[in-house]
């Protein structure tokens, strides 16, 4: 625990001016940022008596060990520079959003040549247009389909649309009517482009209109004795009513509104959001968030704010927003608000009427949803805490691990030889964490070697990271715990405790090495999957600990965590290796000119066979590559060849398909995309 004192800026040293400043733990993370009007008066309530501070600021200032700041020139800019501190730092003293999960949007891709209608998550795209957020992709999809059958929209992928235009036979949705099929050319791309602008439109609140037109189309119809097309629009206005039902209208002027509701208590608060767009809500969102420090409602909803328009653009940001409780000051918000969207955006607390009527019911949701949280969340920290204290007695250990790190071994009969490191912190992974490693220090199985020389590489790594630190030398040189752009450096940070998954022989590997880098406070077990022993080092018999033992339980999830990290690489490395082809060894090749390489011959056989003056017809390859490319070709060694399993025949190579010496097209797993190789 750091004393304030130490690390206080000198009288005269703050300016009096808007900034950001952030505060970091001796190993130089960033743990908070925030932005003051004035630098000097807000910097100044951190360094006061430490018994008149709020519980959870004192934790943050003992947590501390130095404080920064950067001037700025406006609010404004403030409050952009916060909110990209703490997307890039995230820091674990700020407020954060415990549901960080994507929601559903609705989505047209209005920048493909036949828009698609689909679900879509995640960062938004150029040119798609979105409808949402909603609750549930099902939502959306019971949505579509009732939509479908007016506006018979493409809904297929991008695979199943080329396979339909290349048969000339539509999917499934182009039989029963519920598509226009454009792969197959029922209607032009100017017809299905028309479609999807209608059902746009429609999604964007102008229905009564549409519906209007329907009605009048069908009457028509009827006068004139058709009945079969009258029945048919009858039953699209009942489809049309029917999914407008879903969202009620809630504001009679057609309103675009974002409401905003906070629910609190001392530690916690939960933010629920609705989306009403033309008059009925859209979508449906909702956080629950720590309160790390004393921090107004004022100061929640400039959080929510942050956290809902942040990437948002346009029309995105509609023109009002509707609070419980302004930010203070509420000026430069609404600047920022206005510069997102691109026009001003009224931010205010409703006073009378629907919109008043409609924050009650908003208000209503985020009780309950603090009450849901409450009683998960009584559940979970109890059995975290519990777990972790079991295992810190189990062990003999001084205080509960609050970072532990998991290590494993893969290979397949002594190939392709790998380990994974995963990391929990507080009993919750740490996936930007993870980190694998390939065995370089000899050939063939042998997985306690492995484990010695694993363990030995990131501690030593640690080591060096702690030397250049000069935690060594009375603290000199902690700027180098961090990268240039302020990131942590990896392996800066040393676990409580390490697990290894194995028995004694890998846990005294690990104690081995860690006793040859005189390393002697991090301690070492082991998890042996047969009987779910904890094994010590030094120690005859293991710990046993019981069947419905939390600490135990917790266990098993590093150790599994682990071994799926581990087997995951593996395969990975398995199936690249398998995937390897003589074009690999040629110099300056890249993926680019090897798919255009490969696209012009159709095959790796028929590439071998020809000749200089040939390749280099090919767009992008010169004729010094393609003599590179013809000598790397006549030199490899020839693939074996493919041999179907279930009749034991040879196969011959199809174009297109590069084999075991090429690049195949379904071959092997999916590359692990989480941690980072050592």
């Known amino acids: 625990m750091a004393?304030?004192?130490?690390?206080?800026?000198?009288?005269?040293?703050?300016?009096?001016?808007?900034?950001?400043?952030?505060?970091?733990?001796?190993?130089?993370?960033?743990?908070?940022?925030?932005?003051?009007?004035?630098?000097?008066?807000?910097?100044?309530?951190?360094?006061?008596?430490?018994?008149?501070?709020?519980?959870?600021?004192?934790?943050?200032?003992?947590?501390?060990?130095?404080?920064?700041?950067?001037?700025?020139?406006t609010e404004v800019e403030a409050l952009q520079l916060e909110y990209s501190w703490i997307k890039e730092f995230d820091p674990r003293f700020n407020v954060k959003y415990r549901d960080d999960k994507s929601y559903p949007y609705l989505a047209v891709t209005m920048n493909e040549e036949f828009p698609r209608v689909q679900v879509m998550r995640g960062h938004k795209r150029k040119g798609v247009r979105y409808f949402g957020p909603y609750g549930h992709a099902w939502a959306i999809r019971d949505t579509v389909d009732l939509l479908l059958r007016v506006f018979p929209v493409r809904t297929c992928s991008a695979g199943v649309f080329k396979n339909a235009t290349r048969t000339g036979r539509p999917c499934l949705l182009g039989y029963i009517g519920k598509c226009s099929a454009p792969c197959v050319g029922r209607v032009s791309d100017e017809e299905h482009r028309e479609l999807a602008e209608e059902f746009c439109d429609f999604m964007a609140g102008r229905?009564?209109?549409?519906?209007?037109?329907?009605?009048?189309?069908?009457?028509?119809?009827?006068?004139?004795?058709?009945?079969?097309?009258?029945?048919?629009?009858?039953d699209d206005i009942e489809a049309l009513k029917k999914a407008m039902e879903k969202n009620a209208v809630v504001l009679a002027d057609a309103t675009d509104a974002d409401l905003i509701a906070v629910a609190e208590d001392e530690l916690e608060a939960a933010v629920q959001i609705f989306h009403v767009r033309g008059g009925r809500v859209r979508g449906q969102r909702g956080w629950v968030t720590d309160k790390v420090e004393e921090i107004t409602t004022g100061a929640l909803v400039e959080h929510a704010l942050q956290q809902l328009y942040g990437e948002e653009k346009g029309d995105s940001v509609p023109k009002e927003v509707l609070v419980p409780a302004l930010p203070d000051p509420v000026e430069p918000v609404q600047e920022w608000l206005a510069e997102r969207r691109g026009s001003n955006v009224s931010l205010r607390i409703p006073q009378r009427g629907d919109k008043k009527a409609l924050m009650e019911t908003v208000e209503r949701n985020a009780q309950q949803a603090l009450v849901l949280h409450k009683t998960k969340r009584a559940s979970d920290l109890t059995t975290r805490s519990r777990a972790l204290e079991e295992i810190a007695e189990a062990l003999d250990l001084d205080s509960a691990p609050l970072r532990i790190e998991c290590y494993d071994i893969s290979h397949l009969q002594g190939d392709d030889v790998v380990a994974s490191m995963v990391v929990f912190e507080d009993g919750l992974q740490r996936k930007s964490e993870y980190r694998r490693f390939q065995i370089k220090g000899f050939e063939g199985q042998d997985d306690v070697r492995s484990m010695h020389e694993v363990i030995n590489r990131r501690f030593r790594r640690y080591l060096a990271e702690k030397e250049r630190t000069g935690e060594w030398t009375d603290g000199e040189g902690e700027h180098a715990f961090t990268e240039e752009d302020g990131r942590p450096k990896r392996f800066a940070y040393p676990p409580q405790l390490v697990v290894v998954d194995g028995g004694r022989p890998q846990v005294a590997a690990a104690k081995k090495a860690l006793d040859e880098l005189g390393i002697d406070?991090?301690?070492?077990?082991?998890?042996?999957?047969?009987?779910?022993?904890?094994?010590?080092?030094?120690?005859?018999?293991?710990?046993?600990?019981?069947r419905t033992s939390e600490g135990l339980y917790l266990l098993q999830r590093v150790r599994d965590e682990a071994h799926r990290f581990a087997i995951t690489y593996q395969r990975a490395k398995r199936a690249k290796r398998f995937r390897s082809s003589p074009l690999d060894d040629v110099p300056g090749l890249g993926d680019t000119r090897k798919q255009a390489l490969l696209k012009h011959f159709g095959s790796l056989k028929k590439l071998k066979s020809a000749t200089i003056d040939q390749i280099c017809e090919v767009p992008g390859i010169g004729r010094k590559t393609a003599e590179t490319i013809a000598v790397a070709l006549a030199q490899a060694a020839p693939a074996a060849p493919a041999v179907n399993t279930a009749t034991g025949e040879i196969m011959e190579e199809e174009p297109g398909t590069m084999g075991s010496s090429g690049e195949p097209v379904t071959t092997g797993a999916p590359d692990e995309r989480r941690g980072q190789e050592t």
């Open 207 to 234: 229905t009564g209109t549409y519906i209007r037109r329907l009605e009048q189309r069908m009457t028509e119809a009827a006068e004139e004795m058709e009945y079969e097309r009258a029945a048919r629009l009858r």
């Open 521 to 546: 406070d991090v301690a070492v077990c082991g998890l042996a999957k047969r009987l779910e022993e904890v094994w010590l080092p030094d120690e005859e018999d293991p710990v046993v600990l019981p």
């Open 3 to 73: 004393d304030p004192s130490s690390y206080r800026p000198k009288p005269g040293q703050i300016p009096d001016s808007p900034g950001v400043y952030r505060f970091r733990d001796e190993h130089r993370r960033v743990i908070y940022v925030g932005k003051a009007k004035s630098l000097r008066q807000r910097l100044a309530n951190y360094f006061q008596d430490l018994a008149n501070l709020h519980p959870r600021t004192r934790t943050m200032v003992t947590t501390a060990a130095s404080v920064e700041w950067t001037v700025v020139s």
